[in-house]
């Protein structure tokens, strides 16, 4: 199979034999794709090394099919997205994410529209918590593991003025101690339904919900976590 001109984004890149790179990367239609650049680390080769990073806007050529492709061209769609300080961070995690979530060669043009957003709106660095909290919910929508945020398990709508606890498998449940699952106000499950940036302490709760989601997902915690902790011991809201 060869593929041609296809926008994508590197999601991480390494080291393979003694010239080449394993490449991880996001794709539009072709969802997540291993490909080897092969002799990309020679001093005179005819891939551009310097633009196979994260957060820079691609057209790539592959041929071959199955787990791991060969890259055979690589252009720039576009200047680098400029993300610096805790908006990389966060786009480290983003990026994480995309690669411990999604399988290989799963088509979702929709979570491709949604990671392009998310990045577009930390280069900004527009109010990144809640870029993150919309991010996560639209791929995982997208990703077949939609949260369940308007109605709670038994069926009964969620209340503005009630506490859950949200169960990451069946959603959310009205709260009653104790409980093993993570606390969250009525009113931040219906903003994040609504599209509606909730407070500062439902940004918090939706947080401490979606990364339990997550963990279950995955069954295991994402590295780039540890560093968005480290970052969130500034004065600035948590992410």
């Not at 449940?173 to 903003?191: D, H, K």
């Not at 279950?216 to 590295?223: F, P, S, T, V, Y």
């Amino acid at each position: 199979m060869r593929v041609s001109q296809q926008a994508a984004f590197i999601l991480h890149a390494r080291s393979y034999r003694e010239t080449s790179l394993l490449i991880e990367a996001f794709t539009r239609d072709h969802g997540r794709v291993g490909l080897v650049a092969r002799g990309v680390r020679r001093e005179r080769s005819r891939l551009p090394r310097g633009l196979l990073q994260p957060l820079q806007p691609l057209l790539l050529d592959w041929i071959g099919q199955g787990e791991l492709a060969t890259l055979t061209a690589a252009e720039a769609a576009g200047g680098p997205l400029a993300v610096q300080g805790e908006a990389l961070l966060a786009a480290m995690y983003v990026n994480e994410l995309m690669l411990r979530l999604s399988a290989r060669q799963d088509a979702s043009p929709g979570a491709f529209a949604a990671y392009l957003e998310c990045l577009t709106q930390l280069s900004g660095g527009i109010d990144l918590p809640w870029t993150l909290r919309r991010f996560e919910r639209d791929l995982l929508a997208e990703l077949g593991y939609g949260l369940a945020l308007a109605q709670c398990a038994d069926g009964t709508p969620v209340a503005v003025g009630r506490d859950y606890a949200y169960d990451p498998d069946s959603g959310p449940l009205p709260w009653c101690e104790p409980s093993p699952f993570v606390r969250v106000a009525g009113a931040a499950l219906l903003a994040l339904e609504r599209d509606e940036p909730p407070v500062t302490e439902h940004l918090s709760q939706l947080r401490r919900m979606v990364r339990a989601v997550i963990r279950r997902h995955l069954g295991a915690e994402l590295k780039s976590w540890t560093l968005v902790q480290r970052g969130a011991r500034s004065p600035h809201p948590r992410r």
